[in-house]
């Protein structure tokens, strides 16, 4: 089997030579801070429910590549200039969770899933694919592609010899990802040829689409020197092409005793443009807690030869809802905060309308199913992966009009928030941040109470850039303040989140 797997690679990586997106500009992008970026699920992106019960019966259409293209001028619409595409691959069938299978268990590295293809387009798999990447190109919209971190069942009863054994020759179930396996990278200095092969398959597939970028799922399994290996190969055929970790500051541990861990700032070091944050933490964090993880990021990027930079993951596919947390408020006061902090925006499809991802047949048995599983599962509160089901979106109009109004604002002031100083700004109330942004002589100020039961009134803020006949611009919130020496001085409703610029003088 393995012999037989490594010459078909050998066969593929000469005979098919990778042409990539020329054009391509994604890695400059992100690297300045002006990737405007959403994930989705192309198995939900454009489904067609019709008869509302939020599920993809027989005879409706789910998300595919053909379909989601009539959603790339919204995408546009609402200044999001890169779409993040979760896994593409085929599911696995055999101990899966839910009706479809998680687009994270993989059956295959290096085809293309058949529930995200048109079956009554002529079209084949791949060129269907590839026109919804040149559509987005069409639209300026870059696209990163995700690559799954570990293998579903199915790949190893066919491949074992890609996967970690335990000493019954068993494959290993990381943490409580129980419809996966853990893949058998070997180790620094000491790689799995096999493995690593199964991933350059990934990449020629990739940049034979055209897509601009992979985003990484749970890059610290894998170790340093396969990283270095990958991105080297890649960047071989595709100097911009961007690589984006899914690892985080906060991740201290691997999700197996099995597994390899490999942390944030090595696969910085290893060649990765990008990683996580722990901004989705915001929804338990004090002002303080947040202001000094908005510095260590900064400090850590200004720590490389290269330019690094990061997501702000306030809202991602694994996280819950903000509506469901801490209601309206917190998804705005988010979109303000994607708006004017010097990294890259990040949010997830729905997202922008308010949707709370409550579906009502969540893990109630189903009479069809293409896996062994036969019960809807998800996760309550977080965009399904599991099934095919609606659309995302809700219907919180203040939402989704602060979403326009907030990435525009990013757009059109582009320069300013990638390259503005950054200043922290004293409070005398331990829930109310503050922070100031400058450049060429021009100063934004936010201000945000994460209180989201309750207003917090006659807070001080203390800042340099104003004086007692300071007039601002009201960009976003209340316009209830007042200045002093050096000082603002204001109330906050529970949640508010203020954006306020310094006129001229």
Same mark, same amino acid.
């Given at each position: ?94 101990k ?12 295959d ?10 079956n ?30 570990c ?57 034979k689409?055209?897509?601009d ?9 894998k ?28 991740w ?57 930079s ?16 801490h ?9 303000w ?22 579906y ?18 998800v ?12 659309k ?14 907030a ?32 450049? /060429?002589?021009?100063? #934004? +100020?936010?201000? %945000? =109470?994460?209180?989201? !039961?309750?207003?917090?009134? $006659? &807070? ?8 007692? /006949?300071?007039?601002? #611009? +009201?960009?976003? %919130? =209340?316009?209830?303040? !007042?200045?002093?020496?050096? $000082? &603002? ?8 989140? /203020?954006?306020?610029? #310094?006129?001229?003088?």
């Open positions: 089997m393995k012999k037989f797997l490594l010459s078909a690679i050998a066969v593929l990586l000469i005979t098919n030579i990778c042409s990539a997106n020329e054009n391509n500009d994604l890695r400059t992008l992100f690297l300045s801070n002006n990737a405007r970026i959403c994930a989705i699920n192309l198995r939900t992106f454009n489904a067609d429910d019709a008869n509302g019960n939020q599920l993809i019966d027989e005879g409706e259409i789910g998300g595919n590549f053909l379909n989601a293209i009539d959603r790339l001028d919204e995408i546009k619409n609402l200044h999001i200039n890169t779409l993040h595409v979760l896994p593409i691959t085929p599911t696995g069938r055999l899966a969770l839910g009706t479809a299978g998680s687009v994270y268990a993989a059956s590295f290096w085809s293309i899933n058949p529930q995200l293809v048109d009554n387009s002529e079209l084949s798999d791949f060129e269907q694919a590839k026109k919804f990447i040149d559509e987005c190109h069409a639209r300026n919209i870059r696209v990163i592609i995700d690559l799954p971190s293998g579903a069942y199915d790949l190893f009863l066919t491949h074992p010899e890609l996967f970690i054994k335990d000493s019954r020759q068993c494959s290993i179930v990381p943490t409580d990802w129980t419809d996966v396996r853990l893949l058998n990278t070997g180790k620094n200095g000491k790689l799995n040829q096999d493995v690593l092969d199964a991933h350059k398959r990934f990449v020629d597939m990739v940049l689409l055209g897509a970028g992979i985003r990484a799922d749970v890059a610290t399994i170790p340093y020197d396969f990283w270095v290996e990958i991105i080297k190969y890649t960047r071989s055929r595709d100097p911009q092409f961007l690589f984006l970790a899914e690892a985080s500051d906060s201290r541990e691997p999700p197996s005793l099995y597994a390899e861990f490999t942390p944030y700032d090595k696969l910085l070091q290893a060649g990765f443009d990008g990683y996580y944050g722990s901004f989705f933490n915001l929804k338990e964090w004090s002002a303080e807690e947040f202001i000094n993880h908005i510095k260590f990021n900064l400090k850590l990027l200004n720590s490389y030869k290269e330019p690094k990061v997501i702000l993951s306030f809202t991602t596919h694994d996280e819950v809802s903000p509506v469901i947390l209601g309206e408020a917190f998804s705005i006061m988010i979109e905060l994607q708006a004017t902090l010097p990294f890259n925006p990040y949010c997830i499809d729905g997202f922008f309308s308010g949707d709370d991802y409550i009502p047949w969540a893990n109630s048995k189903a009479e069809k199913s293409e896996t062994d599983d036969y019960f809807y599962f996760h309550r509160g977080k965009m399904d992966l599991f099934n095919f089901s609606r995302p979106g809700g219907n919180n109009k203040n939402i989704l009009e602060n979403f326009k109004k990435y525009e604002f990013r757009q059109n002031n582009a320069e300013f928030i990638a390259r503005g100083s950054f200043n922290a700004l004293n409070t005398d109330n331990e829930k109310v941040f503050a922070f100031s942004r400058t450049y /060429k002589n021009e100063t #934004i +100020i936010v201000i %945000g =109470n994460l209180d989201f !039961k309750n207003p917090q009134n $006659k &807070i001080t803020i203390k800042t340099p850039n104003v004086r007692k /006949k300071t007039i601002f #611009i +009201i960009i976003n %919130g =209340n316009e209830n303040i !007042k200045t002093g020496y050096k $000082k &603002i001085f204001t109330d906050l409703d529970s949640g508010e989140i /203020k954006v306020i610029k #310094i006129a001229n003088r």
